[in-house]
């Protein structure tokens, strides 16, 4: 009995000493007996964290990791999930909390939230767009960066049909095979009949492959984005939309706003500040065409922009 007495007292006399080192007014630094910990760099006391999701295709990718790294370069705990699928599906999880954050498209964003709306500036799209959302969602500042749906043909059918605007396609639609995303039918079929009268003799979902099927005849027409370096490379022109059928398209994150923290707020709203369409357009042409790696151009561009 006398042993465990005087082990006991060692222990305690122990404890006393190193309390004492760990400093006074209260301080529970140092203290062995307590069992909390100094939050770690990238928790919710420092710059929080962020689950950031991207739709599935390489430009959304890309803007995924310009947010990520950029993010994890000032502490917050970033995971990321690329490619989740459509705007149906990433929209839901972003509202639901199970992503933070997701590189969004202004104009797109309104169009899904409320078909009927005719906002057609970038101004004009995210007023809109701060009345619409649910109470769930935010979406920061908007990018002067723009990559806008379009509906494109070959140079070689331009001059054949005398195709300049989407007013012009009308005369042949009928006539045409139409690509695009697997939801492009769904979203567009209605819209474009009652604001241009245009009806398709077919629509095929060709996805990311549109503006090879433009080029090889499989289609006549497809809907591709105007920094999509295919445009270029495959002699595509984007048809003139004098009635803004397709909306400003500017790059604007969209947040879960319960799940954000000051520090990624601010840190998202500096790369809109120096993102621009012509760093989009080059950034896509490295991967689209060198095929380097998104997560490789994004550090370039972070790099470059003292981001990251």
Same mark, same amino acid.
């Given at each position: 009995?006398?042993?465990?007495?005087?082990?006991?007292?060692?222990?305690?006399?122990?404890?006393?000493?190193?309390?004492?080192?760990?400093?006074?007014?209260?301080?529970?630094?140092?203290?062995?007996?307590?069992?909390?910990?100094?939050?770690?760099?990238?928790?919710?006391?420092?710059?929080?964290?962020?689950?950031?999701?991207? /739709?599935?295709?390489?430009?959304?990718?890309?803007?995924?990791?310009?947010?990520?790294?950029?993010?994890?370069?000032?502490?917050?705990?970033?995971?990321?999930?690329?490619?989740?699928?459509?705007?149906?599906?990433?929209?839901?999880?972003?509202?639901?909390?199970?992503?933070?954050?997701?590189?969004?498209?202004?104009?797109?964003?309104?169009?899904?939230?409320?078909?009927?709306? #005719?906002?057609? #500036?970038?101004?004009?799209?995210?007023?809109?767009?701060?009345?619409?959302?649910?109470?769930?969602?935010?979406?920061?500042?908007?990018?002067?960066?723009?990559?806008?749906?379009?509906?494109?043909?070959?140079?070689? #059918?331009?001059?054949?049909?005398?195709?300049?605007?989407?007013?012009?396609?009308?005369k042949v639609s009928k006539s045409m095979v139409v690509g695009g995303?697997?939801? /492009?039918?769904?979203?567009?079929?209605?819209?474009?009949?009652e604001v241009y009268g245009i009806e398709f003799k077919e629509w095929?979902?060709?996805?990311?492959? #549109?503006?090879?099927?433009?080029?090889?005849?499989?289609?006549?027409?497809?809907?591709?984005?105007?920094?999509d370096p295919k445009m270029t490379a495959n002699n595509l022109v984007?048809?003139?939309?004098?009635?803004?059928?397709?909306?400003?398209?500017?790059?604007?994150?969209?947040?879960?706003?319960?799940?954000?923290?000051?520090?990624?707020?601010?840190?998202?709203?500096?790369?809109?500040?120096?993102?621009?369409?012509?760093?989009?357009?080059?950034?896509?042409?490295?991967?689209?065409?060198?095929?380097?790696?998104?997560?490789?151009?994004?550090?370039?561009?972070?790099?470059?922009?003292?981001?990251?």
């Amino acid at each position: 009995m006398r042993r465990k007495y005087r082990v006991a007292g060692i222990l305690v006399s122990a404890m006393l000493a190193l309390a004492a080192c760990g400093g006074g007014g209260g301080s529970t630094a140092g203290n062995p007996l307590d069992t909390s910990s100094a939050a770690p760099s990238g928790s919710a006391s420092g710059g929080g964290k962020a689950v950031i999701g991207s /739709f599935d295709f390489d430009e959304s990718v890309l803007l995924g990791s310009i947010y990520a790294q950029a993010l994890e370069a000032k502490g917050v705990q970033v995971e990321e999930k690329p490619r989740i699928g459509s705007r149906e599906v990433v929209y839901d999880q972003v509202k639901s909390g199970g992503l933070t954050i997701v590189p969004e498209y202004n104009g797109n964003l309104l169009a899904f939230i409320d078909q009927k709306s #005719t906002a057609a #500036t970038t101004d004009e799209v995210n007023t809109t767009l701060k009345e619409k959302l649910p109470a769930e969602l935010e979406v920061l500042d908007s990018s002067p960066a723009e990559d806008k749906d379009s509906l494109s043909i070959t140079k070689d #059918t331009q001059t054949k049909q005398s195709l300049n605007s989407m007013e012009d396609l009308a005369k042949v639609s009928k006539s045409m095979v139409v690509g695009g995303p697997p939801e /492009f039918k769904e979203r567009w079929e209605a819209r474009f009949k009652e604001v241009y009268g245009i009806e398709f003799k077919e629509w095929k979902p060709t996805g990311p492959t #549109t503006a090879d099927a433009i080029k090889d005849g499989s289609i006549q027409v497809g809907n591709v984005f105007t920094t999509d370096p295919k445009m270029t490379a495959n002699n595509l022109v984007p048809l003139q939309d004098p009635k803004n059928i397709f909306p400003a398209q500017n790059v604007t994150p969209l947040l879960n706003k319960a799940a954000a923290s000051d520090v990624i707020k601010t840190t998202l709203n500096s790369i809109s500040a120096k993102l621009s369409t012509q760093s989009l357009l080059d950034m896509m042409q490295k991967i689209s065409v060198n095929k380097d790696e998104p997560a490789t151009v994004a550090k370039e561009w972070l790099t470059s922009n003292g981001l990251a």
